[in-house]
């Protein structure tokens, strides 16, 4: 009788073991199925080829241009800065070159022709101004170009949800190196003002 009465009670617990196996198995391939996001369209990889590569461009000129302003800066500090800030763009250039190729396209290597900042940077330069202020206005400058960019970009409603959250990334360190370059200029500000 104790034999029947444990095994009517195992019953019940070996049904519900095997419906929860079960279920657990059934919400896992749900969720999978959930998680797996659609494949990209044509126009959605197009459209992320081409606005991701028109930043590559101007990241690539930003380092160009925080490399040139680093040379111009007199303060050792602020000369650091701007090479690491140099280097940084570089790299992020090379991390959009990546998606681009991701997505199936051919990344951009060299960035625009005659940039607004160049003119700034070069006229300096022929001024004989060697000067850490005007290099790290120009960069900052070129930095709150660069948000606006990205923000254009992001209204764009073709692009592919993976390319969305790519750019928002990278805006959000942009916007971070942005805050920094404005900390440069004001504790630069400062220093002329005491002066």
Known sequence: ????????????????????????????????????????????????????????????????????????????????????????????????????????????????VGAPWQEGLMHLASLGQNDTKAAIGQVLKNENGLLDKFDDTLKDTQLAPSTIDFLKGARAKIASDRDRVAALKDKIDAQTASK
Request: hydrophobic residues 40%; proline residues 4%.
């Open 1 to 112: 009788m104790k034999r029947v009465l444990l095994a009517a009670a195992l019953i019940p617990l070996a049904a519900c073991a095997w419906m929860d196996g079960n279920m657990n198995t059934n919400t896992q391939r749900a969720a999978a199925k959930v998680a797996a996001p659609p494949p990209l369209t044509a126009e959605q990889k197009s459209e992320g080829i081409q606005k991701l590569n028109d930043i590559t461009g101007m990241l690539i000129d930003s380092n160009k241009l925080y490399g040139d302003a680093a040379k111009l800066a007199k303060d050792a500090t602020f000369k650091t800065e701007l090479a690491q800030l140099a280097d940084e763009r570089g790299d992020q250039a090379k991390n959009f070159e990546a998606h681009v190729t991701d997505l199936g396209g051919t990344p951009v290597t060299s960035g625009g």
